[in-house]
């Protein structure tokens, strides 16, 4: 999704403007720009379609792009095609005005048509550009950027994340923000304004996240913030905890494989300091919910969306098992259209990883609007699913770059499971469950790692598959999710169609699909249902199908029938969805990088999917 950074201070803006934008390209994007109020007072804009490297090579010579002011953007292009006059920044018709904008503006057509009669010329296919025109209207009434801003804004529909720069106030940022993230980093002499903290983290730690419909006026020495009907509004400053080194690639290829490998670490990081060893319990001290408030959970409903999604799923396998609670997970781009039935005692749980996903927001908030008690389930602290939900646990899985999500996923069962524990000991399982549970959890890690030190092995499958058009994911009870997964993963990265099933439900459909070229994963531990997985895998293995299997070490019905074999270690099956995922996400990686593929920028495809 796009990406917006501003920049006020003594330095020169230019290169922190350009670094701040390489810091979101993992968002993805198709086009990107700046503008600068240079030191002879002049606004100077330099835009392109493609990628920072095609800006940074094609700056106009005979422009003066030094100043201490500006904005850059990354777009991903939702109205009107990725071209250099759509991308961003816009101006209005005086040319003193720019703006970068993230999100839609649903009443685009309406407002170019009143602003078309007003005299206004537009030179973009773009809804943005009539925020900058809309803004001109209002500064020519009031001459006060900040209001006009306002203004403007409450004439809109939709979401906007937007920076404003203009000629005649060269000292001044003006920002605003409503369902598209926004984040004032505050510095010394110096104040950064950007969509996503990655963008910041390098030059400060202090942030403020704005919230919906707040404005904000940044000079190099303060900021003031308002909300759309100018009253001042005074905001806490939060420290964030990432750090730099969080977002380079420590010596690995890809940013998916560094993530990949980080999750003995981050898998950790989720359940650290989370046990409550002397009840065989665990706690989760961000949810804020009593035991009588825990105990009177009758249903759960799980809102997400892509990875976080399969997580969901997961969660409901191991909360039905464990807690014996009842779990419906939705799809959050759904949830609010279908008139969700939300009986009393239901407990909401939104899944994200960036926090920011505009499905999952506006579904928690259709939750809450109907008196649901709503938790989050997150990654990035201070984001926004994380500060509307009524509570929540954070993942710590650190920052994920890898447009595909890898770590965060197994971070999120990881706290599904410390949640199906909490909940499973007040209502269903004993405490020797519950101690077999976290012995078992803790020892996940070093398993993830024994799995992935097959990484060569791993690669080496890949290389028998990297040709395929087609393959097919299968997988049963909890491991079905991880079909999926797996699935996603490869379409993802490789852009190879890839479809995940139920084992069972093959021969309902895809067997008709199976030939020698098709590859078939299988994911098939040694645990109640594995005969029932083997049958499966007969019946591929009688169409001639190529079959890949996940299995444990020394199974003979598997190693008779399978073509290639990664093992993993043994676990509780419940907890299996940790290990037979990692298999899967290294061979969705391999064949990705063996086809040539932008593994961290896959095409078409954003980190954060901030528009509805
Ligand atoms: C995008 C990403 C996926 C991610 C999904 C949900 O589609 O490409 O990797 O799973 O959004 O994102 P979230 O941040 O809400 O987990």
Same mark, same amino acid.
């Given at each position: 999704?796009?990406?917006?950074?501003?920049?006020?201070?003594?330095?020169?803006?230019?290169?922190?403007?350009?670094?701040?934008?390489?810091?979101?390209?993992?968002?993805?994007?198709?086009?990107?720009?700046?503008?600068?109020?240079?030191?002879?007072?002049?606004?100077?804009?330099?835009?392109?379609?493609?990628?920072?490297?095609?800006?940074?090579?094609?700056?106009?010579?005979?422009?003066?792009?030094?100043?201490?002011?500006?904005?850059?953007?990354?777009?991903?292009?939702?109205?009107?095609?990725?071209?250099?006059?759509?991308?961003?920044?816009?101006?209005?018709?005086?040319?003193?005005?720019?703006?970068?904008?993230?999100?839609?503006?649903?009443?685009?057509?309406?407002?170019?048509?009143?602003?078309?009669?007003?005299?206004?010329?537009?030179?973009?296919?773009?809804?943005?550009?009539?925020?900058?025109?809309?803004?001109?209207?209002?500064?020519?009434?009031?001459?006060?950027?900040?209001?006009?801003?306002?203004?403007?804004?409450?004439?809109?529909?939709?979401?906007?994340?937007?920076?404003?720069?203009?000629?005649?106030?060269?000292?001044?940022?003006?920002?605003?923000?409503?369902?598209?993230?926004?984040?004032?980093?505050?510095?010394?002499?110096?104040?950064?304004?950007?969509?996503?903290?990655?963008?910041?983290?390098?030059?400060?730690?202090?942030?403020?996240?704005?919230?919906?419909?707040?404005?904000?006026?940044?000079?190099?020495?303060?900021?003031?913030?308002?909300?759309?009907?100018?009253?001042?509004?005074?905001?806490?400053?939060?420290?964030?905890?990432?750090?730099?080194?969080?977002?380079?690639?420590?010596?690995?290829?890809?940013?998916?494989?560094?993530?990949?490998?980080?999750?003995?670490?981050?898998?950790?990081?989720?359940?650290?300091?989370?046990?409550?060893?002397?009840?065989?319990?665990?706690?989760?001290?961000?949810?804020?919910?009593?035991?009588?408030?825990?105990?009177?959970?009758?249903?759960?409903?799980?809102?997400?969306?892509?990875?976080?999604?399969?997580?969901?799923?997961?969660?409901?396998?191991?909360?039905?098992?464990?807690?014996?609670?009842?779990?419906?997970?939705?799809?959050?781009?759904?949830?609010?259209?279908?008139?969700?039935?939300?009986?009393?005692?239901?407990?909401?749980?939104?899944?994200?990883?960036?926090?920011?996903?505009?499905?999952?927001?506006?579904?928690?908030?259709?939750?809450?609007?109907?008196?649901?008690?709503?938790?989050?389930?997150?990654?990035?602290?201070?984001?926004?699913?994380?500060?509307?939900?009524?509570?929540?646990?954070?993942?710590?899985?650190?920052?994920?770059?890898?447009?595909?999500?890898?770590?965060?996923?197994?971070?999120?069962?990881?706290?599904?499971?410390?949640?199906?524990?909490?909940?499973?000991?007040?209502?269903?399982?004993?405490?020797?469950?519950?101690?077999?549970?976290?012995?078992?959890?803790?020892?996940?890690?070093?398993?993830?790692?024994?799995?992935?030190?097959?990484?060569?092995?791993?690669?080496?499958?890949?290389?028998?598959?990297?040709?395929?058009?087609?393959?097919?994911?299968?997988?049963?009870?909890?491991?079905?999710?991880?079909?999926?997964?797996?699935?996603?993963?490869?379409?993802? /990265?490789?852009?190879?169609?890839? @479809?995940?099933?139920? %084992?069972? &439900?093959?021969?309902?459909?895809? #067997?008709?699909? *199976?030939? =020698?070229?098709?590859?078939?994963?299988?994911?098939?531990?040694?645990?109640?249902?594995?005969?029932?997985?083997?049958?499966?895998?007969?019946?591929?293995?009688?169409?001639?199908?190529? /079959?890949?299997?996940?299995?444990? @070490?020394?199974?003979? %019905?598997? &190693?008779?029938?399978?073509?290639? #074999?990664?093992? *993993?270690? =043994?676990?509780?099956?419940?907890?299996?969805?940790?290990?037979?995922?990692?298999?899967?996400?290294?061979?969705?990686?391999?064949?990705?990088?063996?086809?040539?593929?932008?593994?961290?920028?896959?095409?078409?495809?954003?980190?954060?999917?901030?528009?509805?």
């Amino acid at each position: 999704m796009c990406g917006i950074v501003g920049y006020v201070g003594n330095r020169e803006a230019l290169p922190i403007l350009i670094q701040g934008i390489k810091c979101l390209e993992y968002r993805g994007y198709d086009s990107a720009g700046v503008a600068i109020i240079n030191n002879e007072q002049k606004l100077v804009i330099h835009k392109c379609k493609g990628k920072i490297v095609d800006l940074e090579r094609s700056f106009p010579k005979n422009l003066n792009f030094q100043g201490n002011i500006g904005i850059s953007h990354t777009r991903w292009a939702t109205h009107g095609k990725s071209t250099e006059e759509n991308a961003h920044p816009h101006t209005d018709c005086t040319g003193n005005i720019a703006l970068v904008h993230n999100g839609i503006i649903e009443n685009y057509k309406k407002l170019r048509a009143m602003l078309k009669k007003e005299g206004h010329r537009f030179v973009s296919e773009t809804d943005t550009e009539i925020l900058a025109h809309l803004i001109e209207k209002y500064y020519n009434n009031n001459n006060d950027l900040h209001l006009a801003v306002q203004c403007a804004l409450n004439l809109v529909q939709g979401t906007f994340g937007i920076v404003v720069i203009d000629r005649a106030n060269p000292q001044k940022i003006v920002a605003a923000r409503r369902g598209s993230p926004l984040i004032i980093g505050i510095g010394n002499g110096e104040n950064f304004v950007a969509s996503d903290v990655s963008a910041l983290i390098s030059h400060t730690k202090s942030v403020i996240y704005l919230d919906d419909n707040e404005t904000v006026e940044i000079t190099k020495d303060r900021y003031i913030i308002k909300n759309l009907e100018n009253a001042e509004i005074e905001k806490e400053i939060s420290s964030v905890s990432w750090d730099v080194s969080d977002i380079s690639k420590k010596g690995f290829n890809h940013f998916m494989l560094k993530e990949i490998f980080e999750q003995p670490e981050s898998i950790t990081n989720a359940f650290r300091g989370r046990f409550m060893e002397n009840l065989d319990t665990a706690r989760l001290g961000g949810l804020q919910l009593s035991a009588n408030e825990l105990l009177k959970i009758k249903h759960i409903q799980i809102v997400a969306c892509g990875t976080s999604w399969h997580a969901g799923l997961i969660g409901k396998y191991l909360l039905e098992d464990i807690a014996r609670i009842p779990v419906k997970v939705e799809y959050a781009s759904e949830y609010r259209y279908h008139n969700p039935v939300i009986p009393s005692d239901t407990l909401v749980i939104a899944i994200s990883q960036s926090g920011e996903t505009a499905d999952t927001l506006a579904a928690l908030r259709e939750a809450k609007a109907r008196g649901a008690k709503v938790i989050g389930i997150t990654n990035v602290i201070g984001s926004t699913i994380a500060r509307e939900t009524d509570s929540g646990s954070y993942i710590h899985a650190g920052a994920e770059i890898g447009v595909a999500s890898t770590k965060a996923f197994t971070s999120q069962i990881t706290i599904l499971i410390l949640l199906s524990i909490i909940l499973g000991r007040m209502k269903s399982i004993s405490p020797m469950e519950g101690r077999e549970y976290i012995e078992e959890l803790k020892k996940i890690p070093d398993k993830v790692q024994h799995i992935l030190d097959k990484n060569d092995e791993i690669r080496e499958i890949a290389k028998i598959y990297k040709h395929a058009k087609n393959a097919l994911y299968l997988g049963r009870g909890v491991n079905f999710p991880v079909a999926l997964e797996g699935a996603l993963k490869l379409k993802e /990265i490789s852009y190879v169609h890839a @479809e995940g099933y139920p %084992a069972a &439900e093959m021969k309902h459909g895809p #067997i008709a699909l *199976i030939d =020698k070229n098709m590859p078939v994963f299988f994911i098939v531990i040694k645990d109640f249902i594995h005969d029932k997985v083997i049958n499966n895998m007969e019946e591929v293995k009688a169409r001639s199908g190529k /079959i890949i299997a996940i299995a444990n @070490e020394n199974d003979i %019905a598997v &190693e008779k029938l399978a073509d290639s #074999i990664i093992t *993993i270690p =043994k676990t509780l099956s419940n907890l299996s969805p940790l290990l037979t995922v990692i298999p899967l996400q290294l061979l969705a990686y391999h064949i990705a990088v063996l086809r040539g593929c932008n593994v961290d920028q896959p095409r078409n495809l954003a980190k954060s999917v901030t528009v509805e």
